[in-house]
């Protein structure tokens, strides 16, 4: 079962596409491997032959419940628990495994980051590489971004139901209210947005989509009945992002220089269309955005940014502005 690191790769990368039960196929993740070849400077692109030649690799060398559903259009893991025993590991590799790792510690809430890293220990346990050293994974600092505490047994029971595919029957309290409901419900995302953890999916009582505060469940249990992944509501979440909050089109703003070098930076990855000026500023359209998040952003710029449009939420600005000088001042 000789491999080389290109292909042992393309495994790894077509296993970790399976658990996340996006049903890849040939062409998906040719096109998948092109935009990581792209994106991540990885030489790893191949034909959908070589995909469908590593499929069976899979099958034949290490056992792979692997079947196709005719659905989706893809492949997925008929055993959730089945591992891929990597045969060996290069030192970036090891360094991957380490810093995933380490996220998982500083992000994912217990139990999930304990088996993580117990798999991880695992995987490197007979690995040779100097990386290993313990000053430097020590070095390998990842900075904590949740916001709240998650009850580990909850967050166990959602993620195991949202890996087997399984309904919850949930306590769930409502952040606006504070009202307590019992609900039957369809894992089919678990997200962190944030800092904060969420699930979305399906309540079978009010047959709608529904994202739910991981937090804020008073208590989780697993039923004996399973359920299908919508794939319209993960191409939907993909597309508009997990809350479908109403989004303002074509936002435009004027940015003070002194701001201006950090948007630069961030244009790519924030889809912003910028426009500089000969005073240093910059004229910026900013991709559809849920009010909230563009006035808390405009708000917290402290005076370095100017809507031009629309003009209701320059109006709006300017009276929480004018509210926030009112309730501050001396």
Request: proline share 5%; aromatic share 8%; with cysteine.
């Amino acid at each position: 079962m000789p491999l080389n690191k290109k292909q042992l790769l393309r495994l790894i990368r077509f296993v970790a596409e399976l658990r996340k039960n996006a049903y890849p196929n040939a062409a998906t993740f040719t096109r998948k491997l092109r935009e990581m070849e792209l994106n991540e400077n990885l030489s790893i692109a191949c034909s959908e032959r070589t995909v469908m030649r590593d499929l069976d690799t899979l099958r034949r060398d290490f056992d792979a419940p692997i079947s196709f559903s005719q659905e989706f259009n893809g492949y997925f893991l008929t055993d959730p628990y089945w591992e891929l025993k990597v045969p060996f590991m290069s030192d970036e590799m090891v360094v991957a495994a380490m810093l995933g790792a380490q996220l998982a510690e500083k992000i994912m809430p217990s139990p999930v980051k304990e088996q993580i890293r117990d798999a991880v220990d695992n995987s490197i346990a007979d690995n040779n590489s100097e990386l290993l050293d313990r000053t430097y994974i020590e070095t390998l600092l990842i900075a904590s971004g949740c916001k709240t505490a998650v009850d580990p047994e909850i967050f166990g029971t959602v993620f195991r139901a949202w890996r087997e595919r399984r309904v919850l029957q949930l306590v769930y309290r409502k952040g606006d209210t504070g009202e307590v409901t019992e609900r039957v419900f369809e894992p089919h995302i678990v997200a962190c947005f944030k800092g904060n953890w969420y699930v979305k999916g399906v309540d079978r009582a009010e047959h709608k989509v529904l994202v739910l505060a991981i937090f804020r469940i008073r208590k989780a249990e697993l039923t004996r009945f399973e359920f299908r992944i919508r794939k319209d509501i993960l191409a939907q979440t993909r597309r508009e992002g997990l809350f479908d909050y109403p989004k303002i089109e074509n936002i435009t703003v004027k940015c003070a220089p002194e701001i201006a070098y950090y948007l630069r930076e961030q244009c790519g990855a924030k889809k912003l269309v910028i426009t500089p000026q000969e005073d240093g500023s910059l004229i910026v359209v900013l991709p559809p955005s849920p009010e909230q998040e563009a006035l808390r952003w405009i708000l917290g710029e402290g005076g370095n940014v100017e809507v031009l449009s629309p003009p209701w939420l320059r109006e709006k600005v300017c009276a929480l502005a004018k509210k926030t000088a009112e309730i501050n001042k001396i």
